[in-house]
């Protein structure tokens, strides 16, 4: 009886997840959808924004009155504004992830396996800069970017994200719950500071820099600040995050292709790191 009753709940309780999930990926669903209707049929659509009745129910169709690729032809073939702007978004993540690939686990190594002075007012310092919102540090920033002539340049986005401190903090976390162990025997070994970081502290540490790729990649997929405040003079190098206001406010007919396909990196990075995000966030200690 009691197997029973606990069989019955656990069905309940899946039931409710696999709704709360429907419920969550219904955006995306839609988008979908839309995305094999016709442009003309899209402008019709969005031009009726605002027009709604507020005592009805919206009448939302999910379904086109005929399937259509016209939308990703034209944005894959005839105009491709969406697709160089997709091209910016690509080399933004590129160069922001590779640069954090290279100083953050330094950085994070550093501060969790050396003793130096100031090491604890620096990872003061990082945890402050992470608590800090970004328009705080915009106007410091500008100045800097400025001040440097690398104002409405493509690295005035890529170079300060290189030094992201939440990540600095994940990793540092991590390695900080290290065994010394590890490292006494491969120092016995005859192993330098160098060959402890690269063939012991890295390969160790994959779960939770795993994680972080997969976060940042969010982070950098979806910039809009930071083009929008140092790219203000050269909008040919905003990437798709930031245009896809002007895409809604005057519809195309191709912003839902556009959406799926500013999408589908998100989705696959994310599937291929999702291990790697559920153990590595988490921070555990080796066992």
């Known amino acids: 009886m ?65 399937f259509s690729l016209s939308q990703y032809w034209r944005v894959l073939v005839e105009d491709t504004s969406v697709l160089r702007m997709f091209a910016m978004s690509v080399f933004y993540t590129v160069m922001i992830l590779l640069g954090q690939a290279v100083f953050v686990p330094m950085l994070a190594y550093a501060l969790s396996r050396f003793r130096f002075r100031g090491r604890n007012l620096i990872f003061l310092a990082i945890l402050m800069l992470m608590l800090l919102p970004y328009q705080v540090t915009m106007v410091p920033n500008v100045l800097t970017l400025r001040r ?16 992201a401190p939440f990540y600095v903090f994940l990793l540092r976390q991590f390695m900080a719950a290290l065994p010394d162990e590890l490292f006494e025997a491969a120092q016995v070994d005859g192993a330098g500071t160098l060959r402890c970081y690269f063939h012991i502290a890295l390969p160790v540490c994959r779960p939770a820099i795993g994680a972080a790729l997969a976060l940042s990649f ?26 896809f206001n002007q895409l809604v406010s005057e519809s195309t007919g191709v912003e839902f292709a556009g959406a799926v396909i500013y999408i589908l990196p998100a989705l696959f990075v994310y599937l291929y790191f999702m291990e790697d995000i559920l153990s590595g966030i988490q921070l555990t200690e080796l066992k």
């Open 218 to 243: 969010a982070d950098c997929w979806n910039l809009v600040e930071q083009p929008m405040t140092y790219l203000s003079q050269r909008t040919d190098l905003q990437p798709l995050s930031v245009m």
């Open 148 to 163: 440097l002539g690398l104002l409405n340049t493509v690295w005035a986005v890529i170079l300060p994200m290189w030094f």
């Open 2 to 66: 009691k197997k029973h009753l606990r069989r019955r709940r656990h069905l309940i309780v899946r039931l409710l997840l696999a709704l709360l999930a429907l419920a969550i990926l219904l955006p995306v669903i839609v988008t979908a959808l839309y995305s094999f209707f016709s442009p003309e049929e899209i402008r019709a659509f969005m031009a009726q924004r605002g027009s709604y009745d507020g005592s009805a129910w919206l009448d939302a169709r999910l379904s086109p009155h005929m």
